[in-house]
DNA sequence: AGAGTCAGCTGCTCTAACCAACTGAGCTAG
DNA sequence: CTAGCTCAGTTGGTTAGAGCAGCTGACTCT
């Protein structure tokens, strides 16, 4: 019944053309149009606000939501962070996904990248020579997203687009969370040259195998692979009727320390 | 307040290893756990639920999710639709990126398919002609998903398959909702054979080109471009602090009819 | 005219009670 | 003795009412 409400709200969106940012009715106007209590309403809206489909602030009212896909990387991390601890290879996994997409697009549209595109990656890239040099990590990976993201602005698929720095997202929140590698920023920095130069020289071959050695480069930080399969753990889980003791308590109270975001 | 009940819950998954379908604490058990009331534990269960992170069952409990893709689906079903009504090209944008997705990773292994697979395929293939014949339109439906799975089953990457079994779900649910095409089975089987011809061939760019066939053939069905851009329709949300008037109440109350999903 | 205050929205949290689905122990009838 | 039922006790689902907190806008005092 919970479900229902969420999709009465979603269809009141879709029925009434509602766009993004437009106000929604406040939780006393759903509780009379839906006939439920306000605690339900409350809980359907949480529910779309996972999902992004709406935006709800404080004092202020509920609004339709800009439909990003942040509650995709947000999902996605949390999977990639408890398979890796579950001892799968999620975050290889990621990158793989992130290779085999990004390479897929270098290929279908390098050699017809505009002019003024290879300029803005041109800048780009000079831009993280810069900040390698001064050490700016943060601001160094953030410059790295840009650059992927003017890769494929030319595809002109914003749908695409927000997907690929969702994934770049989820794998550098991952990777700065799990994994503790030494960057050598100059080496990535030559190798966004690399993919920059292979695509203005037209070659997509060259384009391609350029964005492969980047990312395999990003590969071998991860380590060595670990066990291709997990370890099978638990018929997972399937049919755990067996409530056997709850589990010690977890120290989870309060911990606001290491409140690392996971 | 409420994302820091979600966060901690997430931090208590991770943290204790909790594989897919281990029982999490009751909500009482999270109330005491957490120092907050039951409301505020259901709120982010629920909110967690919409992620498929969890799994709450009706006087069971509450489970570690499955973490499947099925959320994302949910999502980007949404997201289309609503863009669809709102002018915008998402239903193509979609297709566009099963497209780009779909061509690159041909590329990367048509070639190297072991036999067992190409059998497999064939065998789809044949089921799918089959069902044309019997005019099962579901089953064809269902038969072409799979044929899409099994072409990147060889690349042992479980998330990327999720992923592209994603996009399918969302393209064609939103498809079968939105737009009523009628369908030529024999033609999807041609294409889809065609498909297979060229992965057996081993020659890559054949392989290549039946895929953008194929889709092009789809991307046809949807009909001429829409506008390239929407509407541009109100800048974006933004700042809507002007809440006029609520709007008139929308007949959303006993509607189980048309209780399409959508 | 400007700044402060207050009433009124909004969503947020808590408490308490009852309803509904499911389990398992114990009872009853065969 | 077993098959089936009933009934307590668990779980999540829903409702109600109260008070708290953030924001807005108009009103008032300086």
Redesign the interface.
Known sequence: M?RDIQ??I????????L?????L??EP?LMK???VSR?SV???L????????VDIRHGF?T??GQ?SMA??I??LA??T???H??GED?LR??L??RE??E???V??HACRLPEEDLAELEALVDRMDAMAEAGAELELAQTDRDFHAALYRG??????SE?LEAFWDAFHRVQRDLVDVPQDPRTTCRRHRDILDAVRSGDVLRAERALRDHFGHLRTRLGPPRS?QPVA??A???D?RS?ES??D??A??G?SLA?R??
Do not use: C, H
Not at 155 to 160: F, H, T
């Open positions: 919970a999709e009465r979603k269809k009141l969106i879709i029925d009434q053309r766009p993004s940012g437009a106000p009715p406040t106007e149009l839906l006939g605690n409350r809980e359907a949480k529910a779309l606000q996972a999902m992004g489909l009212g609004y339709v439909m509650p995709m947000e999902g949390f999977r962070v408890a398979g601890y579950r999620s996994q990621l793989e996904l085999a997409v390479t897929g697009l290929a279908q595809l002109r698929n914003p749908l695409l997907l291709g753990g638990g997972e889980g399937e755990v409530r709850p589990r308590p977890v989870v109270g911990s409140a975001e996971v």
